[in-house]
């Protein structure tokens, strides 16, 4: 089985926007807070703050909101 990792970025239309670099992929995971679904960066998100993305094993990166690839 591959090696994967959920992550995200921030919006930049969030209020959170800035806790990061521009763009930033960060790793997250999933809790069971139904405000705040995402902890990871040292903080909690809402799923509507943040794209969430997969890093693969080969340290590339998965937009799932447009299933572009990048280099993470």
Known sequence: MMDQQLVARIKRRSKYW???APNQWFDV???E???YR???N???YRLD???IGVRLANGCIVDLANGKTSRG
């Open 49 to 51: 703050d943040v794209i």
């Open 33 to 35: 807070d139904t405000g």
């Open 42 to 44: 040292n903080n909690n």
């Open 38 to 40: 995402l902890r990871g």
């Open 29 to 31: 995971r999933v809790v």
């Open 18 to 20: 800035g806790q990061t």
